[in-house]
């Protein structure tokens, strides 16, 4: 279903087949607004409500780039990417806008992209984001027959590092270290507990709170995937919750108990693992909490469900490595039964 417009909100679709908003109260003057769900929409709407009409700005010439930013911007394939990737591929944007948003976008080339993306090599999750927005802008503007051919296809992304694996998972140790800093009644402790045994991201941790969870159970969207997620409440962690502090519609919470921003929460949250000695992130908690989950017997479908993962592959890493754990102890139980005769008999002679 379409989302219900605010009063004196107009919708219109161009000849360009993009959807446009204006503000019209009775016989006022149109004032063109963003589009319904960015981020700034609700500053113009109340601005127009109160009868402010923006001073026009320069408008972007129609074969730049920052044009064409500009009207995907205003499109449904946009407007249909959650919000944490909307405000990434925003910051992507920024950055390519300052160095070229007056550059012609069709002059854009397959080669632009590729030192676009060399230029963030040093930084690989750099890089595939970058790429991810360019193919975004350039793949509707080509359905949108702004552009004959599209520059970002069959642009590989960048390799990942030998030997890298993304955030180090935390240990057991890390925990143990994180909980003797950190005790019961702290936020810090909430805080871990809250990563740990739930596996949410931080986007979905700072905003998860007693009003999602029903018959001891969790249930939320995730910000990343808007896949919904079950998660029960262990024991352990409803006891923390319990102790707090929390807030009341987040369970983590900052200094003075006012929920907090995912940026804001993991600057928060590495500065408390400095104190514990512990260099490692928030992600690599939720790494920990899914090999726990894997070595517990946790099926591929059961880690999807658990931790909004689609198509099989990142759970299947975790179930891998754990049936490949499980099996090496089975085979060092089988040699150690062999042995055992000889072992009994030697000491027998002794």
């Not at 102790?243 to 590495?270: Q, Y």
């Not at 928030?282 to 469900?305: Q, Y």
Request: hydrophobic share 40%; proline share 5%.
């Amino acid at each position: 279903m379409p989302r219900k417009l605010p009063p004196f909100v107009m919708r219109e679709t161009t000849r360009h087949n993009t959807v446009v908003f204006y503000f019209r109260k009775g016989k006022g003057p149109r004032i063109r607004l963003p589009a319904l769900g960015a981020k700034d929409f609700d500053e113009a709407y109340q601005a127009a409500l109160a009868g402010s009409i923006p001073q026009k700005r320069a408008v972007a010439n129609a074969s730049s780039l920052k044009w064409l930013v500009a009207r995907y911007r205003e499109t449904g394939a946009y407007l249909a990417l959650s919000p944490a990737t909307r405000r990434q591929r925003d910051n992507i944007f920024k950055g390519v806008l300052e160095s070229a948003g007056d550059a012609a976008f069709r002059a854009i080339t397959r080669k632009t992209i590729v030192d676009g993306r060399e230029r963030r090599s040093g930084t690989p999750a750099q890089a595939r984001n970058f790429l991810d927005a360019m193919r975004g802008l350039f793949r509707w503007a080509l359905e949108a027959e702004h552009v004959n051919v599209d520059p970002t296809a069959g642009v590989k992304n960048p390799a990942k590092p030998k030997g890298g694996e993304g955030f180090a998972a935390w240990t057991e140790d890390d925990v143990v270290a994180y909980e003797e800093r950190w005790p019961a009644g702290t936020k810090e402790r909430v805080w871990l507990h809250v990563l740990l045994y739930t596996g949410l991201r931080r986007g979905d941790a700072v905003i998860v709170g007693r009003q999602h969870v029903r018959d001891g159970v969790a249930t939320l969207r995730t910000e990343k995937t808007n896949t919904e997620v079950s998660i029960p409440i262990l024991p352990v962690l409803n006891q923390t919750l319990e102790i707090g502090p929390t807030g009341d519609l987040a369970f983590i919470v900052g200094e003075r108990g006012e929920p907090l921003t995912k940026e804001s929460f993991g600057n928060m949250f590495r500065k408390a693992c400095n104190e514990a000695d512990v260099k490692k992130s928030a992600h690599g908690v939720r790494k920990i909490g899914a090999t726990r989950a894997a070595e517990a017997g946790a099926t591929v479908a059961e880690l999807e469900a658990l931790f909004g993962w689609t198509g099989g592959a990142m759970a299947s890493l975790y179930t891998k490595t754990a049936d490949r754990k499980r099996l090496a102890r089975q085979a060092s139980e089988k040699i150690g039964n062999i042995h055992r005769p000889q072992i009994k008999r030697t000491n027998d002679a002794s």
